[in-house]
């Protein structure tokens, strides 16, 4: 047979050769990136916030509106759900001073501060000076034309008010302002012992 015969059948081949060469890299890469890869409960997830103090483990709790309308009352649905505020001095918890027991979010029930870290600070609205370990979270608000931290539950995203920093009320130096309709009084310590910090 003629040389161009034979130098178009070893061009094939190479060809060939270098194809199976770079399916077989793919493969190798695929399958090093699976073992990488580290299996979680779907309820479990890493959170990260635009603004976050920390990212956070805790079991999510994640509903619809639509969801969440039917199971909150129409104002912390608002509060909750679409960062309202409740009126100053109108809530349940503002003039509450339990000695004992917590406070849950009282959408999905994730224990936030205890009795002990509620304070007076005559702001108009419940106040706290830290909250347990990993109950919250924080993002940047800039609405109203100011900048202010905004504070939600770590578990629901639902949003409970915002904290504030160096205002002197007590050793903590922050000062959690929060919805008397985000929270729940519960009596009692919360089930599993848990640590308290500041958020900032």
């Not at 039917?70 to 409740?86: A, H, Y």
């Not at 940047?140 to 905004?150: I, P, W």
Request: hydrophobic share 35%.
């Amino acid at each position: 047979p003629p040389a161009h015969s034979y130098r178009r059948t070893l061009r094939k081949m190479a060809a060939s050769v270098a194809g199976s060469l770079v399916v077989a890299t793919r493969i190798t890469a695929r399958k090093a990136l699976a073992a990488k890869r580290v299996t979680v409960a779907p309820s479990i997830r890493a959170r990260a916030f635009r603004g976050a103090s920390q990212i956070v483990m805790v079991s999510r709790v994640e509903k619809s509106d639509a969801e969440w309308s039917k199971e909150l009352d129409k104002t912390s649905f608002q509060v909750l759900r679409k960062k309202g505020t409740e009126p100053a001095g109108t809530g349940e918890y503002d003039k509450f001073y339990p000695t004992e027991g917590h406070f849950v979010c009282k959408g999905c029930g994730n224990p936030l501060y205890s009795a002990e870290s509620k304070f007076n600070s005559g702001c108009g609205w419940p106040a706290f000076d830290k909250c347990y370990k990993g109950a919250l979270i924080t993002e940047t608000d800039m609405t109203f034309g100011m900048k202010r931290v905004e504070i939600m539950c770590a578990a629901c995203d639902g949003h409970l008010g915002h904290v504030f920093e160096n205002e002197g009320f007590t050793p903590t130096m922050e000062r959690h302002c929060v919805n008397s309709v985000s929270v729940k009084y519960v009596e009692g310590a919360p089930e599993t012992p848990l640590e308290e910090e500041k958020v900032v």
